[in-house]
Nanobody
């Protein structure tokens, strides 16, 4: 089992920045990839960014150039730096881990971008 706990969400004005953190614990050995998803009201959950165990990253087109995913192996934590935030970035952000074909999810953290 892998446990994931997100933090760092909140209210921010358009153009502002936030950094989300996802702390992993439990059976974290051999996690293949970790990522951030988001779900806005009335919409399906979508991939925002992901990072593999080898360090490769990929991003949704809507966040390229604004968001950066990174990780600290020492802290078993994955980060999502979000800059130039827009109202359409408002959503619950979920951390995801993929291990041996199984997916694990955190409970999510709410990001609200509003003036």
């Amino acid at each position: 089992q892998v446990q994931l706990v997100e933090s760092g969400g909140g209210l921010v004005q358009p153009g502002g920045s936030l950094r989300l953190s996802c702390a992993a614990s439990g059976s974290i050995f051999s996690i293949n990839a970790m990522g951030w998803y988001r779900q806005a009201p009335g919409k399906q959950r979508e991939l925002v960014a992901a990072i593999t165990s080898g360090g490769s990253t990929n991003y949704a087109d809507s966040v390229k150039g604004r968001f950066t995913i990174s990780r600290s192996n020492a802290k078993n934590t994955v980060y999502l730096q979000m800059n130039s935030l827009k109202p359409e970035d408002t959503a619950v952000y979920y951390c995801n881990a993929l291990k041996w074909g199984m997916e694990y999810w955190g409970k999510g953290t709410l990001v609200t971008v509003s003036s």
